[in-house]
């Protein structure tokens, strides 16, 4: 992603598929879902426009992503979805090794498996998923602020394993940890690595995730700011709070 891009791009919906997690991050909020669908329908409009390829493509693709992962039904998630896999398929026709266009290929057949659950077709795509954030990984680990490599780390995490799905507790522990060292100062990546050793009642590893937060947030608040991240802050914060609760109520210490 190397274009600057808003820093929302968990894809909670695989899990919510695959797991029944409900993430915080696909609550629906009818003044963010309203600046989706603006920035969206301005994108489709500008798209394409030879002059300023793949840039419109960027800007369609995020802007898609993230008004399928507002949707209020599961048709409209899935017609959105669509739209954007279209665009990432003919950004990949002229550019096949375009880490973004992978990216957001990834994300939006995630939106799509979560419209079509509880099918097998949604299960299918959860590979299709996996596929193509390897590719990105390969490509541009970096990029979306190690968005590949914490996508997948969620992904490994929040599924259930072999036979049912492609869950692995050592593939997440693997990503999740390879985000937060690309990234640390994104507070998606240590939340995600946090969460994980929660669940594992991993006290000290989780416990030293908790404590980069904190060091770290002080500087994520001055630099990850505006309309942008309004809907990031608002999620990222009430995790925050819930790990930290969490980590009290199993281990009887702050961490």
């Not at 899935?78 to 398929?89: D, K, N, T």
């Not at 990216?103 to 097998?120: D, W």
């Not at 199993?250 to 961490?255: E, G, R, V």
Request: hydrophobic share 45%.
């Amino acid at each position: 992603m190397s274009p600057k891009l808003p820093s929302r791009r968990a894809i909670g919906l695989i899990f919510l598929l695959v797991a029944g997690r409900l993430a915080t991050a696909s609550e629906t909020n009818r003044v963010f879902y309203l600046r989706a669908a603006v920035a969206f329908h301005r994108a489709e409009k500008d798209f394409p426009n030879p002059t300023n390829f793949p840039a419109a493509a960027v800007e369609l693709a995020r802007t898609s992503f993230d008004l399928a992962d507002l949707a209020t039904n599961e048709t409209q998630r899935a017609e959105i979805s669509q739209r954007g896999i279209a665009v990432c398929r003919d950004w990949l026709a002229r550019e096949p090794k375009a880490a973004a266009a992978h990216y957001y290929l990834a994300m939006h057949l995630g939106e799509l498996a979560q419209a079509e659950a509880p099918s097998l077709a949604a299960y299918k795509l959860v590979h299709e998923v996996e596929r193509e954030f390897k590719v990105a990984t390969e490509l541009d680990v970096r990029f979306d602020h190690a968005g590949p490599a914490r996508n997948l780390g969620e992904l490994y995490f929040q599924a259930p394993g072999w036979p049912l799905s492609v869950g692995s507790k050592r593939k997440a522990l693997e990503w999740l940890e390879r985000a937060a060292q690309l990234a640390p100062e994104y507070p998606e990546n240590l939340l995600n690595l946090a969460e994980a050793h929660l669940q594992w009642r991993q006290k000290e590893a989780a416990a030293k995730i908790l404590r980069l937060l904190a060091t770290n947030w002080p500087a994520a608040l001055t630099n990850l700011t505006g309309v942008a991240h309004e809907r990031d802050w608002r999620d990222w914060s009430a995790r925050r709070a819930a790990d930290l609760a969490e980590f009290q109520k199993h281990f009887k210490s702050p961490p």
